[in-house]
């Protein structure tokens, strides 16, 4: 990750936290390499991104976009925040990856979020559940349904106690899926998956890692099978770079996240 790609950001979320709607201009001429995705001029000249939040006070979303000379390109992501639980929606150019499904009767609410972020059922081609649990699990047949054209995913470990319909393709750890990386991340199950959108800079962390008070905790251990594996697998998290972190639960952290998740693995 570049360091001007820090700034824009890190100018994207200060804006994010004051108004609901925030212009952030991003100097196409202080990147001097393409970032796949972003948007960014071909001819050098400004690309404006319009950053989108839910609300002011808790930002759902973080919107990318802008208009180059002959091409339109927008990538963000989108929260669907299902009551104690959340899903989230990686999208780019107009397709998207739903990553978790939340608890039974939530397919309404993710189509909801779906289209807060200018989305149908028909951009969804790639479903990728990070573990079995209901919470997580407990819509999938229902998305499935309404997304009948996408692939759904999940760990290896994972799949033999997935109850769904459609059977889950495994994945392996550093696969990648619509530009997504798998991490495998076992401890909280067996067959837990991280997945880390490396050109975003996102990191989605099922319940590998939990937001808190401190921004980021390691999982609960009252619900977790193995404790030290789910320990070993927060220290292989903070080895990856990603400036967001979004969590099953928690509130999302939107700045220095893999810092945050470093300084967690070493306390
Ligand atoms: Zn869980």
């Known amino acids: 990750m570049t360091a001007h790609r820090l700034i824009n950001r890190r100018v ?20 001097s390499e393409p970032i796949s995705g972003i948007g960014t001029s071909a001819d050098g000249s400004t690309a404006v991104a319009p950053v989108t939040t839910g609300t002011a006070r808790a930002p759902t979303s973080m919107v990318t976009s802008s ?4 091409a339109t390109a927008v990538t963000g992501f989108q929260r669907a925040n299902l009551d104690f639980v959340s899903a989230y929606i990686l999208y780019r ?36 559940l990070t573990h079995k649990h209901p919470d997580h699990a407990g819509s999938v047949d229902e998305v499935m349904i309404q997304a009948p054209g996408a692939i759904l995913y999940a760990g290896a470990a994972e799949i033999s ?47 590998a890692l939990v937001g808190g008070a401190q921004g980021v905790e390691p999982p609960d251990p009252s619900f977790s099978e193995d404790m030290a594996s789910a320990l070993e697998s927060v220290a292989k998290l903070a080895g990856f770079d990603y400036e967001v972190a979004l969590f099953g639960h928690g509130e999302p ?12 693995a070493r306390a």
């Open 253 to 264: 952290l939107l700045e220095g996240a893999s810092a945050a998740v470093t300084a967690l």
């Open 93 to 128: 150019d107009g397709e998207a990856a739903l990553v978790d499904t939340g608890v039974e009767g939530s397919a309404a609410a993710i189509e909801a979020s779906l289209a807060e972020a200018g989305l149908g059922w028909g951009a969804v081609g790639h479903v990728i």
């Open 161 to 207: 106690q997935i109850t769904s319909t459609a059977i889950p393709e495994a994945v392996a750890d550093g696969d990648m899926v619509f530009d997504l990386q798998m991490i495998d991340t076992p401890g909280h199950t067996a067959g837990h998956i991280c997945v880390l959108d490396p050109l975003a800079g996102i990191l989605v962390t099922g319940d």
């Open 67 to 70: 208009a180059a000379t002959t």
């Open 12 to 31: 994207a979320i200060a804006e994010m936290g004051k108004a609901g709607l925030a212009i952030v201009v991003l100097g196409t001429a202080a990147c």
